[in-house]
Structure formats: C-alpha cells, structure tokens
C-alpha cells in the first residue's frame, strides 16, 4: 500500500478504475465528496494498492472531526478482484478507533470483506427513487410563502439555513462559501434547479431551499435527476415545507424528461422516509458504513 497522493497518471487510472467498476457494478464506488478528493479538493488522505507500477485498488480517507469519524472509501479494479486487494485495502484504511469504511450499494464482494474482517454496521443511508412515469401530487404552497428559484445573493443565506439544517451531520454541515463555489462552478449546476422558499413580504430571507442535481448516464442507469440537498431552517419546521420544496424539485426535473429520480437518506431519519413514502419514492438499494466491532 502506497500512503500518498497519487499522480497524474495514477488519477487516471483511479478515475479507468471507477468507470469501470460503476459499469459492472451497477452503481458508482465513491461519493461526489470521494472524487472531488480525488481530483485534488481538501486534504484527506489517499492511499494507493499497487501492483508494480499498475493501479489495482483506491482509497481515500476523510480525517475525523468534531462531529464525525475518519471515514474511507475504496474502489478495487474490477479485472483485480478476487486477490484480496480490497480486504487489505479496507485493513488498512481502518487504522484508528471509530474510523468507518463505506460500501456503496452494500454489494457481495463489499460483504465478504465484512464478514472476513468481522466488521459491523455503523451507519446506513438508503438510496430512493421514484420513476417519473408516476403522477405526482399538486403543489400547494402555504400561505405566507413564496417559492422561486436562486439568484447568486443567495448563497450567505443557504449556508445559514444549511449550516443550521445540518448541524449534526458529517458531510453536510459545515459548509462555507468554497463548498458553495466549487458546486455551482460544475457543469451540472443549473440555477434553474435550485428552488427556495422565502416569506412572501421579504424574499431575501430563506425558510428553505432545495438543491436539484442531474447525474449523466452511467453504468447501466441513464441520466437521472437528483433531490441533491432539501435544507429547512429549524425554526420553521413543522410548515410542510421539506414536502413543498422537494415537490417542486421533482416536478422540474420530471418536467426536463428525465426518466426518474433518486434521493439519499438515513435510514433511520423516520419523518424524512415516510415524506419520501409519500411523493412515491421507493428503496433501490443501501449503502453501508462499516467500523471494527
């Protein structure tokens, strides 16, 4: 195992190396936040498998805070496995106590390293989605409320709603304005697809917002939209506005013709699946953190 950021060329294979595996898998190895660590954003660490000078295996681990456990992702070559790469790989990402490793889409390769490592389930975040074949319900706003779409003086105003929104959760909370820069600098963001709430008489100040996403074609899914991030002030919960927002969302991204629509969630945020039951989304598949027992 090689402890270090790769090169140029080693990013490149890491990056052949997720193509391919998203298409056999059928679902994609690391995170958004995963690949932006990649491609060389923020500090985690990166570790590389080698066989002489081939890339066969990837990780890349965030550091611990406050708020959350060091936490590793890993992706073994497709034409590689069935070696041990990945079982060393995820040994040697779980180096500290509490750190966790994710299985996206909790595949049966990602469960033999489980149980041959004696790992146990330390988080899981389910994977919805609604097919947009299926009717949806009338948006009704509530009285005193306005929904639009983002304008750039927005943005001090969704980290204050986000930053609150999440407070408690490792990958979201904590946003600054780089987090938001970066976002809207990629190709898929598209202010049309990012709605807010605001009180009617003053739509500078945001009650809520909902952060739409479309993700191209990849492995065996075609393009799919995405509810990316639906944040609530806590001071304005209980309005129906997580439903509206993300209503809105799915309604425009139903409406730009794409096929369906997937969203992540906790699996034990109760309130949140059933709002989700409710607009017709349903369980595609589970990631899983594990974490040494």
């Known amino acids: 195992m090689a402890d270090r950021r790769p090169t140029d060329s080693e990013r490149e ?14 679902a994609a190895p690391l995170s958004e936040q995963a690949v ?3 491609r060389g954003h923020g500090d985690g660490r990166h570790v590389l498998a080698l066989d ?40 040697h990402v779980l180096d500290v106590p509490a750190a966790r490793v994710w299985a996206h889409g909790l595949l049966p390769a990602a469960q033999r390293v489980a149980e041959r490592l004696d790992l146990t389930v330390a988080r ?30 927005d ?14 959760h490792p990958e979201q909370g904590g946003w600054t304005q780089a987090d938001i820069d970066e976002r809207t600098a990629e190709s898929w963001f598209d202010p049309a697809g990012l709605f807010v709430a605001t009180p009617a008489d003053d739509d500078t100040r945001l009650l809520g917002f909902h952060w739409t996403k479309v993700h191209p074609p990849a492995g065996s899914d075609p393009a799919l939209g ?16 997580g439903r ?14 794409l096929p369906a ?13 059933h709002t989700y039951d409710r607009l017709g989304f349903t369980r595609f598949h589970t990631d899983t953190a594990f974490a040494r027992r």
């Not at 990056?15 to 056999?24: G, N, S």
């Not at 799915?250 to 730009?256: N, P, S």
């Open 13 to 26: 294979a890491v990056e052949q190396a997720l193509d391919r595996a998203t298409t056999v898998d059928g």
């Open 36 to 38: 932006r660590a990649l």
């Open 52 to 91: 002489g000078e081939t890339v066969v295996g990837y990780a890349v681990v965030e550091a611990a805070t406050d708020s959350a456990p060091q936490i590793a992702e890993v992706v073994v070559h497709p034409d590689h496995r069935g070696r041990g790469v990945g079982t060393r790989l995820v040994d």
């Open 124 to 153: 899981e975040l389910l994977q919805m989605r609604r097919p947009s074949t299926e009717p949806l319900p009338d948006l009704t706003v509530p009285a005193g409320v306005s929904v639009r779409t983002y304008r750039p003086g």
């Open 155 to 168: 943005d001090a105003e969704i980290l204050r709603v986000n930053n609150a929104a999440f407070s408690w």
């Open 226 to 241: 995405e509810v990316y991030v639906v944040g609530i002030d806590p001071a304005e919960q209980g309005r129906g506005l």
């Open 244 to 257: 509206v927002l993300t209503l809105a969302g799915v309604r425009h991204l139903v409406d730009a013709g």
């Open 261 to 273: 629509v997937l969203l992540y969630v906790e699996a034990d945020n109760a309130a949140a699946v």
